[in-house]
């Protein structure tokens, strides 16, 4: 056999062995990194930015009619059934029209510290708190999403509460859960007024869960 061929069939000492395993791995290391850093950037590429930074995504604000501010307004112990549309453009999606109802209810400051006191889960020190006020200029502005499993829930001026017909959870004009499987009370989102105008953004929260997770801003 040539001494070439023979050279190569040498493992070498124990050294030179110990020193080829350590470039070896090193090499692996290195690619690994290099191969993760390139494929990051790749993949959250595909993601929509709502999901990554929900916080920082701000959504789509969208104005209410004055109809339906005049409504809200006007209301006294019944919630106001508020549709609005917004234009959907997240990620690599192509924009796209959505429409939306939301339960706005009017608060007298009384009842705005009762509604303080009755959801802990919104002004408590547990981790679902929302990173928004859920009251602005004495209205709130529910989610119409049961947040068991994804329902539209409805007021039922009779019964005074909103019942979801699918499972049966029923929560009071608060948001407050009063029946049924949902794990959390209703979830607020985020109203405000912006020269006059009144304006909601529609946030999705995970359902099926006590804790208030957001999903996606519209």
């Given at each position: 056999?040539?001494s070439?061929?023979?050279?190569?069939?040498?493992?070498?000492?124990?050294?030179?062995q110990?020193?080829?395993?350590?470039?070896?791995?090193?090499?692996?290391?290195?690619?690994?990194?290099?191969?993760?850093?390139?494929?990051?950037?790749?993949?959250?590429?595909?993601?929509?930015?709502?999901?990554?930074?929900?916080?920082?995504?701000?959504?789509?604000?969208?104005?209410?009619?004055?109809?339906?501010?005049?409504?809200?307004?006007?209301?006294?112990?019944?919630?106001?059934?508020?549709?609005?549309?917004?234009?959907?453009?997240?990620?690599?999606?192509?924009?796209?029209?959505?429409?939306?109802?939301?339960?706005?209810?009017?608060?007298?400051?009384?009842?705005?510290?009762?509604?303080?006191?009755?959801?802990?889960?919104?002004?408590?020190?547990?981790?679902?708190?929302?990173?928004?006020?859920?009251?602005?200029?004495?209205?709130?502005?529910?989610?119409?999403?049961?947040?068991?499993?994804?329902?539209?829930?409805?007021?039922?001026?009779?019964?005074?509460?909103?019942?979801c017909?699918?499972?049966?959870?029923?929560?009071?004009?608060?948001?407050?859960k009063?029946?049924?499987?949902?794990?959390?009370?209703?979830?607020?989102?985020?109203?405000?007024?912006?020269?006059?105008?009144?304006?909601?953004?529609?946030?999705?929260?995970?359902?099926?869960?006590?804790d208030?997770?957001?999903?996606?801003y519209?």
């Amino acid at each position: 056999m040539p001494s070439h061929a023979k050279a190569y069939e040498d493992p070498g000492t124990p050294e030179e062995q110990s020193r080829r395993q350590f470039l070896a791995n090193a090499t692996l290391a290195v690619g690994g990194v290099i191969g993760l850093v390139v494929a990051i950037p790749c993949l959250t590429s595909l993601v929509p930015e709502s999901i990554l930074h929900p916080d920082k995504a701000g959504g789509v604000w969208a104005p209410l009619s004055d109809a339906d501010l005049k409504s809200l307004e006007a209301s006294t112990n019944n919630p106001v059934k508020i549709t609005f549309e917004f234009k959907y453009a997240d990620g690599y999606l192509p924009p796209s029209d959505d429409q939306q109802f939301v339960w706005g209810v009017k608060f007298t400051p009384e009842q705005e510290a009762s509604f303080k006191a009755n959801r802990p889960d919104l002004f408590g020190k547990k981790s679902d708190e929302v990173p928004y006020p859920a009251v602005t200029m004495g209205f709130v502005v529910f989610s119409s999403i049961c947040p068991h499993l994804g329902c539209r829930y409805q007021w039922q001026a009779d019964a005074k509460r909103f019942i979801c017909p699918c499972h049966g959870s029923q929560f009071g004009i608060q948001g407050n859960k009063l029946a049924g499987p949902a794990p959390r009370g209703l979830d607020p989102l985020p109203f405000r007024d912006t020269n006059g105008k009144a304006e909601i953004t529609w946030i999705q929260y995970k359902s099926g869960t006590p804790d208030r997770i957001i999903v996606s801003y519209s």
